[in-house]
């Protein structure tokens, strides 16, 4: 299912089947919305005090393809975690300030969409969290929200603010600090890699170490096996149906609905079972009755979920601006990587640095030529292949920050030549304290004319 990393040997070894399969199975409950508190009908959590725990996911009762479908936007927005202390707990949701300070978007019905409360036992509401939704549910300018997209929860802001809470609360700071930095060595840490991607993370400060995840804009996540120095902009899940490979630097193939299948599991969990040469997160596998796992029956519905998504109608017509960008974009030669209908040609394209062997050029679909975009995501992480995935176009309109890092924040910063000047500092992500980024790479389009750059963008927002 994956391609190998960089250092073949160093390639992440999973959990066997027959380990996966004593693993209990997950209850999915009914879950309810979240509200900010000033959009909290009266009397709400009281009445979810008198609610009765409620089997949500039934596979004996699906009967067709609809039916699996929305058995599978159940899984989509059901959390695996519950009143996380070092993410978002029940008493966050509920005050006014947390979502002030960390700017948490609501819908236009007033709910906060990125968690739910879930009833597992009659009389105590859990905030349910970590669920596909929390990263990939986008809350647009009018309320409205689209599922399956780039996600726009300010994840590591949240982050960050229990990380400060929760020092606070320490009655011992020093050790407080060393567990929470030695926790992301665990899951960002590369120890086969030299110079140490990681190097300074057991020198920073709290304020630097909570600084560093407030770095990341709502849309960029700083998940396990990733790294907060090279993270990854949140993927667009529309569409998803027609991609080779996932992940920006298209670590997993698919090949089928039965690889998305796997590769749900092992976000959704089984990431912790990896093991890369001698170093894995759990020293050793734990006693398969202590975790959780999805039913095949529900990563079915699931992926079937994921493939039914359709983009909401698209406000940007093609007018005269925009057909004017059509020409542009064929005549830049746009096309040969982001190809129509799909605006990707599916194949991976090699990081500066990296030199694939004739075989897997062959193997894996690789263009024979680098775009020169940061390499680090690609080289310096445990998903570092080589390679970055040529990205779809489609959705752009919905989407942003861009770029597989979300170092930009729209499309005329994308197109902005002043981007890969030295003295650059990205509208989107940048590291903190940083006074300059450059934002290098992919120079296509940076020599349009002003109007031609907007033509361009005008017909890419169609898409």
């Not at 407030?214 to 569409?239: C, H, K, W």
């Not at 299948?261 to 093991?275: K, N, S, T």
């Not at 050029?361 to 995935?389: C, H, M, N, W």
């Not at 861009?402 to 500092?425: C, I, K, Q």
Request: hydrophobic share 40%.
């Amino acid at each position: 299912m994956q391609i190998p990393l960089v250092n073949p040997k160093a390639s992440p070894t999973f959990a066997p089947a027959s380990y996966y399969y004593r693993i209990p199975v997950r209850t999915i409950y009914k879950s309810y919305p979240v509200y900010r508190p000033d959009k909290e009908p009266p009397g709400y959590m009281e009445w979810l005090k008198h609610q009765e725990p409620a089997v949500a996911f039934d596979d004996s009762k699906l009967l067709s393809r609809a039916d699996w479908i929305r058995a599978g936007k159940t899984v989509f927005e059901a959390p695996i975690d519950y009143d996380i202390r070092m993410f978002m707990t029940l008493s966050d949701v509920r005050d006014m300030k947390w979502y002030t300070a960390l700017q948490v978007l609501i819908t236009k019905q007033g709910v906060m969409p990125f968690a739910t409360y879930v009833i597992r036992k009659k009389g105590k509401v859990e905030l349910g969290v970590d669920s596909c939704a929390t990263c990939h549910v986008r809350v647009m300018p009018d309320g409205s929200t689209i599922l399956g997209a780039q996600g726009n929860i300010p994840y590591d802001r949240i982050a960050a603010h229990a990380l400060r809470a929760r020092a606070s609360e320490s009655k011992d700071g020093e050790a407080f600090l060393a567990q929470a930095e030695h926790e992301r060595r665990l899951a960002l840490g590369v120890p086969w890699l030299r110079p140490d991607p990681l190097a300074g993370l057991e020198q920073m400060s709290l304020d630097t170490l909570a600084h560093t995840h407030e770095a990341m804009p709502p849309g960029v996540v700083v998940r396990v096996n990733t790294s907060f120095y090279y993270p990854p902009q949140v993927p667009d899940l529309i569409g998803v149906q027609h991609r080779r490979y996932l992940d920006h630097t298209g670590l997993t193939r698919q090949r089928s609905i039965g690889d998305l299948m796997r590769y749900a599991a092992l976000v959704q969990g089984g990431v912790h079972f990896e093991r890369f040469l001698n170093f894995a997160v759990l020293p050793e596998l734990p006693d398969p009755s202590t975790q959780l796992r999805y039913s095949d029956a529900q990563l079915y519905a699931l992926a079937l979920f994921l493939y039914s998504l359709k983009p909401p109608p698209n406000p940007n017509k093609l007018d005269a601006k925009a057909a004017r960008g059509k020409l542009i974009f064929e005549r830049q030669s746009c096309a040969s990587c982001h190809t129509p209908p799909l605006y990707t040609n599916n194949m991976l394209t090699p990081a500066q640095g990296f030199r694939p062997s004739a075989r897997a050029i062959r193997q894996f679909d690789v263009l024979p030529v680098s775009v020169g975009t940061d390499p680090g995501l690609a080289l310096l992480t445990r998903e570092g292949t080589g390679y970055y995935k040529v990205p779809s176009l489609k959705g752009l309109w919905y989407r942003g920050p861009f770029g597989h890092d979300g170092s930009v924040a729209t499309l005329e910063d994308w197109f902005d030549p002043r981007r890969t000047h030295t003295n650059y500092l990205p509208t989107g992500f940048h590291r903190w304290g940083v006074t300059a980024q450059p934002v290098k790479g992919h120079p296509f389009g940076l020599d349009l004319t002003p109007e031609d750059r907007a033509a361009l963008i005008a017909y890419l927002k169609t898409l």
